[in-house]
């Protein structure tokens, strides 16, 4: 997952550097062209979160038992972060905010394309 967000920073890059050479394609319509480019930001910044997600919370739920482990402290709620279902119900939350980021990176995309969210200027 973590590869398929630098493909899409990567993908935003490229997008960047071309900038005006695709205005072709819109016709030579600068406020298509933006609206549709501000669109997609924001659909594939989205979408490297929800790409990474998975990965940054299971990190830090692992880092977070081995500082555990390492100050050798005791009590319920340290004998519940050691337990050996954490790691797994780390898991399922880090895929549900990954699939909750990505519902809201597209309900944010047809914002942006509906002139709703960061309106174009006149």
């Avoid at 047809?110 to 006149?122: H, K, T």
């Amino acid at each position: 997952m973590f590869l398929a967000a630098i493909g899409l920073l990567l993908v935003l890059i490229a997008l960047s550097i071309l900038g005006e050479r695709t205005l072709a394609l819109f016709g030579g319509d600068r406020i298509l062209a933006a609206r549709f480019y501000k669109m997609l930001y924001v659909a594939l910044g989205a979408g490297m979160l929800s790409c990474v997600l998975p990965s940054l919370v299971t990190g830090f739920a692992t880092q977070l038992r081995a500082l555990i482990v390492r100050a050798r402290t005791s009590g319920v709620w340290t004998d519940a972060l050691l337990s050996d279902r954490m790691l797994e119900q780390a898991h399922t939350v880090s895929l549900v905010l990954a699939f909750l980021t990505a519902v809201a990176g597209v309900v944010a995309a047809v914002l942006v394309w509906c002139d709703v969210m960061w309106p174009s200027e006149p």
